[in-house]
């Protein structure tokens, strides 16, 4: 009981981050009809921009932890903000009226180029970072001495996420952004008639979904301490198998899909073969997929003629 209980604190940990990066895909996806493939290197260059900023705050001497965690986040928020605008206008708005083909080649152009850049720059070499945020509770004891502890850092993690996911349902669901979105989801065009400026609500979304992997990637790296040029890659993958597993669309459907895939991870991982946790992973995602092809929380599109 208490090793399935710490395996369940950390899918639950996981899943979280999962979660946020699938919201993402899922944002953008929800207003455009199209996947973001280089959303999984922006949260990789947002934990880039937190081991620098750690880096470069050490060295200027800011010996606060939590001003510290306020800067980097913040900082890393903006920059990664930047990097999704950015794509949105060079990948996406001039290719928004063609085949549905041709997006998607960019997308996967544009993951490959942000890859190699922060290669270039950064080096091959995985860079590591020590513990910031360390301590934390001991829920329960075995007598052999197993304890099943809940960190600070896994706290943060999940009181942040679950801030975030009911921040962006408000902004969705109760204000003139979250209708301007709602509105381009259903016709653009009868969108821009009534007067919605189309192309800032979806280069406001690829910003919103920027800075939700930009606190991913800032977590992950709070979590694990390591972070390489590749990493994006990988967590992409799971974020959109996530996206796909919850209902591509369905923002509380990314959140829970993001959990499932963190469940699944850690319990494959701690009770049969961590070296096989991916394909655990990618396989359940085919069988539900079978069952549902639109995803748990996913609704069929219907196409009007």
């Known amino acids: ?17 999962y979660g946020l990066i699938a919201i993402g895909y899922t944002m953008v996806y929800g207003i455009i ?8 290197e922006i949260f990789m260059i947002g934990a880039f921009i937190t081991v620098i900023g750690f880096a470069v705050l050490s060295a200027a001497g800011v010996s606060s932890v939590a001003l510290a965690l306020l800067i980097i986040l913040v900082v890393s928020v903006l920059i990664t903000s930047l990097y999704g605008w950015s794509i949105e206008r060079v990948a996406y708005r001039p290719l928004r009226k063609s085949t549905r083909l041709a997006p998607l080649i960019s997308a996967i152009g544009m993951s490959v180029l942000l890859q190699n850049y922060v290669q270039l720059l ?6 590591t970072m020590e513990p910031v945020l360390q301590g934390g509770i001991t829920l329960m004891q075995r007598a052999d001495g197993f304890a099943v502890s809940l960190s600070y850092l896994q706290m943060v993690i999940l009181v942040l996420t679950i801030s975030l996911m009911a921040s962006i349902s408000l902004l969705v669901s109760r204000t003139p952004l979250g209708r301007a979105q709602r509105a381009c989801e259903q016709d653009k065009i009868m969108a821009a008639l009534v007067g919605i400026n189309v192309d800032r609500t979806i280069s406001t979304t690829f910003v919103l979904g920027a800075a939700l992997a930009a606190v991913a990637g800032f977590m992950v790296t709070m979590y694990y301490g390591v972070v390489d040029f590749y990493m994006g890659f990988l967590a992409g993958m799971k974020a959109f198998a996530a996206a796909v597993l919850g209902g591509i669309g369905s923002l509380p459907g990314a959140m829970i899909g993001g959990v499932m895939i963190g469940m699944i991870e850690s319990f494959w991982g701690g009770y049969v073969n ?24 996913g609704r069929p599109e219907i196409e009007k003629v």
């Open 33 to 40: 009809g199209m996947i973001n493939f280089a959303h999984g």
């Open 274 to 297: 961590a070296e096989y946790k991916d394909v655990a992973v990618f396989g359940v995602l085919m069988m539900v997929l079978i069952v549902r092809p639109n995803g748990l929380f």
């Open 1 to 17: 009981m208490a090793y399935f209980l710490q395996q369940l604190i950390n899918g639950l940990t996981l899943g979280a981050v």
């Open 122 to 127: 950064q080096g091959a070499r995985v860079k």
